[in-house]
């Protein structure tokens, strides 16, 4: 099959490091177009992390650089500036994670990338963004779960302060930046104009941890507190069965209908009849539930929960989702061979009929195509008559 991804013919150069901006040009690189990693001399630092086939091929970094090709600059020396000005200039997208304040010092704000690429779609990945006081802050996945409530509401539900167990603000900050840079592309293609893009950790975490818990506080007066009640209760939790957990909300009336008559619960009374009654006993609702699952076997009840069309699943190991079955129907891992081995990625997990996506390739040794990048170069817009762009 002949893969044609909705971005074939995107070219991106990319300044990101850590997770944030990779994962953000992996999804691009699947998506077909062509991202020209530039890394320093030691290379991104995700690439000595975690367990790898070798050294330097870290399995976070192979997984969120996969298909991109690496081209190692020296951005303090002259040489290397003037490379990264000659990708500029054949660059549909410049997308980077440092500080402003450093990506000025090295000669690549905005500005001066736009006047080498007046098309540009220019992408900043900041910690804060740069209007706040507590911009050029330095900013990693644990402080920006603190910053926007993420431990607070843990505490809630768990009785004490903790991280959720996966790095999320880098990844949805990812996303944010996936979706806004394609955004501005999809602008230039209407109208031939680049732009540049901030997509900022704690602003984009603050957005998503407020589209449920504002709540009340976003009346004025206040209503209430911020916090959506249901997530927070300390009973919002897997329920324990006879040999082990099970996931399941009984929710809509439907669904609370269909599950009352079919289990008949002794404490399932007129007061928890509707939603509305049932959210504002909502942690009652759940004491209750957890006595009565751990009357029956986890397989008894899903076998009972999902004839009744209420959602169910039971609580699985990370590793159990590599041999998942629905995930085997649906082609959702893709096996590429590399020069350190056989590597099974999770592929995208987004659909198209006409322009489908696939994982890109193997991760790049560091600097693996430097060579070959370079000696493919035009002259940079400053070297050009007019100090045109040639496209």
């Not at 000595?48 to 020396?77: A, Q």
């Not at 660059?91 to 905005?110: C, N, T, W």
């Not at 929960?305 to 129907?329: K, T």
């Not at 099974?344 to 430097?370: E, Q, Y």
Request: charged residues 25%; glycine residues 8%.
């Amino acid at each position: 099959m002949e893969y044609r991804g909705p971005l074939v013919g995107v070219r991106v150069v990319d300044l990101t490091a850590m997770v944030m901006g990779p994962y953000c040009t992996q999804i691009m690189a699947d998506m077909g177009a062509d991202v020209i990693k530039i890394e320093p001399p030691d290379g991104d630092n995700t690439r000595y992390i975690s367990v790898g086939p070798e050294r330097g091929m870290g399995g976070v970094f192979i997984n969120v650089n996969r298909g991109k090709r690496s081209v190692v600059l020296d951005l303090r020396s002259e040489d290397g500036k003037r490379s990264l000005r000659e990708l500029v200039a054949q660059a549909d997208v410049f997308i980077h994670s440092m500080r402003a304040s450093a990506i000025a010092r090295l000669g690549f704000a905005y500005d001066e990338v736009a006047a080498l690429n007046p098309s540009v779609v220019y992408t900043n990945c900041y910690g804060y963004g740069r209007r706040g006081r507590d911009a050029g802050r330095t900013a990693y996945d644990d402080t920006i779960q603190a910053e926007c409530g993420l431990p607070f509401v843990q505490e809630r539900l768990t009785g004490a302060a903790g991280y959720v167990g996966t790095i999320m603000a880098d990844k949805i900050a990812g996303m944010t930046a996936l979706y806004a840079t394609t955004m501005a592309l999809f602008h230039r293609e209407r109208t031939g104009e680049g732009q540049e893009v901030e997509v900022a950790m704690f602003e984009t975490m603050a957005a998503f941890m407020l589209v449920e818990h504002a709540n009340g506080a976003m009346f004025d007066p206040p209503l209430g507190p911020a916090a959506y009640p249901r997530a927070v209760t300390p009973n919002r939790k897997p329920y324990r069965t006879v040999d082990g957990y099970l996931s399941a909300l009984v929710y809509n009336d439907k669904q609370w209908t269909a599950f009352v008559e079919a289990v008949r619960p002794p404490w399932a009374g007129p007061e928890f009849a509707t939603l509305e009654q049932r959210a504002a006993r909502i942690d009652t609702v759940y004491a209750h539930l957890a006595e009565t699952f751990r009357e029956r076997t986890t397989a008894e009840w899903l076998e009972l929960l999902r004839s009744l069309d209420i959602p169910a699943a039971p609580v699985r190991s990370l590793d159990e989702l590599f041999d998942n079955p629905h995930l085997a129907d649906t082609d959702f891992f893709e096996t590429v061979d590399s020069p350190y081995g056989s590597v099974r990625f999770p592929g995208p997990p987004t659909w198209f009929s006409r322009t489908p996506g696939h994982v890109a390739g193997p991760a790049p040794r560091l600097g693996a195509d430097t060579a070959e990048v370079l000696s493919r170069l035009r002259p940079a817009a400053d070297d050009l008559p007019n100090g045109r762009v040639q496209r």
